[in-house]
């Protein structure tokens, strides 16, 4: 039976991958990436309507109030994910829907604040400020994130009295545009409402406030699934530390192959390979977002960032196996030259890193049919950079590293001094 000789490919294996970072380049260069509202600032919202809406209709229901640059992506069965840029949205602020009767007489919109009663925010004859504070994963006797801080004595309407929890009483406040939890002993003055006090307690959240009630108007009851704001200092900050992420993984990456191979000659070569074969992967996985970008309107968020950190990791761990099958041929084998050992390590872990990527693949193929649309970028960097890494790790980091001890890279520079002097002499 004939070996299957890959080592002796590589050149085929260096044209393909040329091939595909080249045309991966041209579309960054002239395509680029579409950045999600992590990178650039904006608003979006994911929502769900009672009715059949029509996606050209809930645009020029945007634009009707002031945003025509909406971009809107159905996501299921009258559910839409809305991208605006950033909203005039106050902290802390909520959107109250005033109901309305339909036909059968049940409500539209969410029901209504009633007011309980007020209170004065901070201990009697305290001073300073009062935070007011979000419930953490929903639950209003553990507070976590700070809504607001409010001038201790400010007077404040409670919607909610939470008195079930096992430190005291928790009330739900709302003063001006902010609404929150505060625990008992940080107010006094608590006052119950009576009827003449009027029920409802409404408040103004900005333009989200404007484009809610202008949707409930044009097509009725609808659910807000997802809402999600970032400003550009938020936005700027998130590319930064993307790019610090990628930078510091592959020098802890490069650092750890290094120490790994120590016992080999050169073992920077065995890491360099790989941080190159890991940049092929990363390249080709940027061209194909730039690419689903250009064609579909994928936008990166910081869930593509993770996916791509994740990508880095099957790369390299790809790598690092054939790399280790490499290192236990050279000691069985010393005297056997390096492409030779190097083929056979190929074909000894082929199948296992083929068996591995495939179930992998399966999984991840299962999960974009099934899975959210918020996870949907993550997998498709998942699914790219999975394919791009398992064959990196077969025909670029190995066969760059028998290139290089060949001394294949170095005969390029005296064919071209050769030809330098060629041209002097005539």
């Known amino acids: 039976m004939r070996r299957i000789d890959l080592v002796g490919a590589r050149r085929y294996f260096y044209m393909g991958s040329g091939a595909l970072m080249l045309v991966s380049l041209v579309l960054l260069a002239t395509v680029g990436l579409r950045p999600g509202i992590e990178f650039t600032s904006g608003t979006t919202m994911l929502v769900r309507f009672e009715r059949t809406v029509a996606q050209e209709d809930l645009r020029q229901a945007y634009a009707d109030v002031g945003h025509p640059e909406v971009r809107i992506q159905s996501t299921g069965a009258n559910e839409y994910l809305i991208r605006t840029s950033e909203l005039e949205v106050p902290p802390g602020s909520f959107t109250e829907v005033e109901p309305e009767a339909d036909a059968q007489g049940s409500a539209i919109g969410p029901d209504p604040l009633t007011e309980l009663g007020t209170l004065v925010l901070g201990a009697e004859g305290a001073q300073g400020e009062v935070l007011v504070r979000n419930p953490f994963q929903g639950d209003a006797c553990n507070l976590g994130g700070v809504a607001a801080r409010l001038p201790a004595g400010t007077e404040a309407s409670v919607v909610e009295v939470v008195g079930r929890c096992p430190d005291g009483t928790v009330y739900r406040v709302v003063v001006d545009s902010v609404i929150g939890y505060v625990a008992e002993q940080n107010t006094h003055a608590f006052q119950e409402a009576t009827e003449d006090d009027g029920p409802v307690v409404t408040q103004d959240a900005g333009e989200r406030t404007v484009i809610e009630q202008a949707l409930l108007d044009e097509f009725g009851r609808f659910e807000v699934l997802e809402f999600a704001s970032v400003s550009a200092v938020v936005s700027d900050a998130a590319v930064r530390n993307a790019a610090v992420a990628v930078a510091v993984a592959s020098l802890f990456i490069m650092a750890y192959v290094m120490f790994a191979f120590s016992g080999l000659p050169r073992p920077f070569r065995y890491a360099t390979c790989a941080i190159l074969a890991l940049v092929h992967d990363v390249v080709i996985v940027l061209g194909a977002f730039s690419l689903f970008g250009w064609l579909f309107g994928t936008e990166v968020n910081l869930m593509f960032v993770t996916g791509l950190l994740t990508v880095v990791g099957f790369s390299v761990h790809d790598t690092i196996v054939v790399f280790d099958r490499l290192r236990e041929n050279i000691r069985s084998a010393p005297n056997a030259p390096l492409a030779e050992n190097l083929n056979s390590a190929l074909l000894q872990t082929m199948a296992r890193s083929l068996n591995t990527s495939v179930t992998l693949l399966l999984t991840v193929v299962a999960m974009l049919a099934l899975g959210g649309v918020t996870i949907q970028t993550f997998l498709l960097v998942i ?44």
């Open 383 to 426: 699914l790219v950079g999975l394919v791009a890494a398992t064959y990196s790790s077969i025909a670029i980091a190995p066969q760059l590293l028998v290139s290089w001890e060949q001394g294949e890279f170095s005969r390029l520079r005296p064919r071209r001094a050769a030809g330098e002097d060629t041209a002097r002499a005539a």
